[in-house]
Each structure stands twice: as C-alpha cells, then as structure tokens.
C-alpha cells in the first residue's frame, strides 16, 4: 500500500517498544508451577496460620494478595473447610491478569461444592483499594465494573459450566494495557466479580459484598511472592503491606513470602553473573519500615520477626533420582535453568549472551550435580493485629 502523500509513514505508525517483562511470560511461569512445589509449601505455609485463627460472625474472612492461577487459594480454601467446616466463608483475591483469573475459577467449582456457604470475589482493583473492594479515588459507583453472579444447581459440573460461561465478562473486566514508561499492565475497567451459590444466598446475605459496602477486616492474609524483588522497602511497604496490614480484623494475620536466596537457584545464576544480588530487601528491613509507615498505628500489630530457622523454608523442583548423575537430560537442565531465571527474575535482554555461548547449561549441570538436585529457598513474616 502507498504511503499518504506528505507523511512519514513509518515514524508516524511504528509504535515505541515495549519493555518486556519476566514475569509476563506465560512459558516461564507455567513451566516454573509445574516443575516446582512452591505453591504447595506456600499453601502449607498458610493453612498452619489458620490453625491459630478465630474468626468472628458472620464468617471467616480471607484475603490473596495475587491468585495466579488459584493453585495456592484453593488448596488454602480447602484447608479452611477442614478447620472450619460449618463456618460461612468470604474469599477475596486479587488478580489482573485474565488468563490466571481463568485458571483459578476453573479451581472454584469442587471447593463450592464441598463447602457450599462460600462467597467467592476476585477482582482487579490496585492493593490499596482491593481488600475493601472500592475504588479510592471519587469516581460515580458506576464507575467500577461489578458483576455478581449466582450459581444455580447443587454439583461441580454445573458449576464448572456456569462459571465456563462467564468468558465474556472476564474478557470486559480484565482487559489491560502496557504502561508505555515501565511496560507493568494497566487495568482498563476496574472490575469486581462475586461468585456464591444461589441455594445459600439467604444465609450469606451477611456475608455477600456490595458496592461501597464495607469489606476488609479479614482473618488471613496472604501476601506470596507480591512484588519485583529489586524493588526498594519504601515501595513494597507503602504500596503492598500496609494497605494489607490495615485491612486486617483484630486477631487477624498477614503472612507475607518472599524468595530469599542463599541456594542452588541463586548459585547457578551467580557463576553466570558473578555478584548478581536480587534479594536484598529482607524481611528485618520490611517489618522496620512497615513499623514507620504505620506510625502511632504500630501499637496495635505485632511486627517480630521470626528468627531464620522459623521464617526459611525450601521447595524444590520436581526430579527423580535418577535424573542426577554424569549424565543429566537436556529436558531436565532446561527446567531447572527456567526456575532458576525465573525465581532471580532475570530480564530476557540480559539472557542473550549466555544463552548463545551454551554457558548456562554448563552452569546448571554443575550446580545440579554439587547439590544432587535443585531447591529454593523463601522466608516468610507475619503481621498480626492485636485483638485489643
């Protein structure tokens, strides 16, 4: 097709690039949840938390701080129902990518049947506004997408396909846009989206949320994995955890996870970039300027951090025994490799050069056979809100 006469054409319709961004790469994080048991610990992690909880009426009242793809929620869902089988249920969780909040809700359907007083909310709001489910700036209640959706019939099936149904309305509500300055998704419709059974709506009329109604006070919160690690403590602190921190109920808890270092995953990348450091904000320095941000406010938490040998603990990647020896299978060095890149969060424009010398399976292999396997390791931090 000829240009418009007078017009540069290509200055005028080539668009600016794009920056890329680890964790945007659906390869990359669906190969790392399969290939390693990082959700599981977590889940773990958590349902330990509920053991100690005590919620309040109308219902117990959690909190996930990023769903991906549900795997984690719904194993800590399935954990609440064992602990508080009879007790009504309110889960809300954060998610903007369209493609996880598929992925979770496919998860929804066994947990709504096993635990059938259960009001289920996920939406794409900012984390300052997220846990009250509203938006902080003054805008009409129209403004902010709210879809409320019952579920008819008493099996998983009949879940599952109502809630296969909702394409389009996710698809309206979860659409995004890159930041043209930093490339980090942009919600285009701030959106929420209830989910219960239409057969218990009488008894959680309490419980359902309502626009500008009033949400938070939640039992549990889990904040895993919430932020860039190189990010600064200021920023993960005024942006994450205290807007989850003041959105607790007294007696409620924060559980906060975050990747540490110190193992095999940070070891292979080091003999690749020697000096590499990406976790250098520890939990110490978070609960320190969480304490500062909170101000007169701290009084009322508990900030102590628990000593190393509490707060550590490790997940591994998936291999048999026989997968590490002399001979190591390329299908096994690549996984490794990709957790390894992915738990760093290395950027793909730094991959180029060792990726073409083949320096970074030489790399994994040695590290993988020092340590007969691959393992990572995560610290976790609780905030807890004083019941008084």
Avoid at 120 to 146: C, I, M, Q, S
Avoid at 200 to 205: C, E, M, N
Avoid at 222 to 227: K, N
Avoid at 307 to 327: K, N, Q, V
């Amino acid at each position: 097709m000829p240009k418009a006469p007078g017009r540069n054409a290509g200055a005028a319709t080539e668009p600016a690039p794009t920056p890329f961004r680890f964790y945007d790469n659906r390869q990359k994080y669906l190969a790392f949840v399969t290939a390693c048991n990082e959700k599981s610990a977590i889940a773990r992690r958590a349902a330990g938390e509920l053991a100690v909880l005590q919620p309040t009426p109308p219902a117990v009242r959690l909190f996930d701080a990023g769903m991906g793809d549900g795997t984690v929620i719904a194993r800590l869902m399935r954990s609440a129902h064992r602990q508080f089988p009879t007790v009504p249920m309110c889960v809300v969780a954060k998610e903007i990518s369209l493609e996880d909040v598929r992925l979770g809700l496919e998860k929804l359907p066994d947990r709504l049947f096993e635990h059938p007083a259960t009001v289920f909310v996920v939406t794409n709001l900012k984390y300052a506004e997220a846990p009250h489910l509203e938006r902080r700036d003054e805008v009409p209640a129209g403004a902010l997408n709210w879809q409320e959706v019952c579920l008819t019939g008493t099996t998983a099936d009949e879940y599952a396909q109502q809630i296969e149904d909702l394409g389009t309305v996710l698809a309206n509500g979860w659409q995004t846009t890159p930041s043209p300055r930093s490339g980090n998704p942009l919600v285009v419709r701030p959106s929420v989206l209830v989910i219960y059974r239409e057969d218990h709506k009488f008894l959680l009329d309490a419980v359902i949320p309502r626009p500008r109604g009033t949400v938070g006070q939640y039992d549990l919160v889990l904040a895993s994995q919430p932020w860039r690690a190189r990010m600064g403590a200021d920023f993960k602190v005024q942006k994450v955890l205290a807007p989850l921190a003041r959105s607790l109920a007294p007696g409620g808890k924060l559980l906060a996870i975050q990747s540490c270092g110190h193992d095999p995953g940070l070891e292979i990348i080091q003999q690749l970039w020697p000096g590499e450091q990406p976790f250098q904000v520890s939990r110490h320095e978070l609960l320190a300027t969480l304490r500062r941000e909170l101000a007169g406010d701290y009084r009322h938490y508990d900030l102590s951090a628990l000593p190393d040998d509490e707060a550590i603990f490790r997940y591994e990647m998936h291999t048999l025994p026989s997968e590490i020896g002399d001979r190591i299978g390329t299908s096994t060095l690549f996984a490794a490799w990709n957790a390894a890149i992915y738990v760093n969060q290395i950027e793909d424009e730094r991959l180029d050069a060792v990726v073409t010398s083949g320096a970074y399976l030489e790399a994994t292999q040695r590290v993988l056979r020092k340590h007969g396997g691959l393992w990572f390791n995560d610290e976790a931090f609780v905030v807890a809100r004083r019941r008084n």
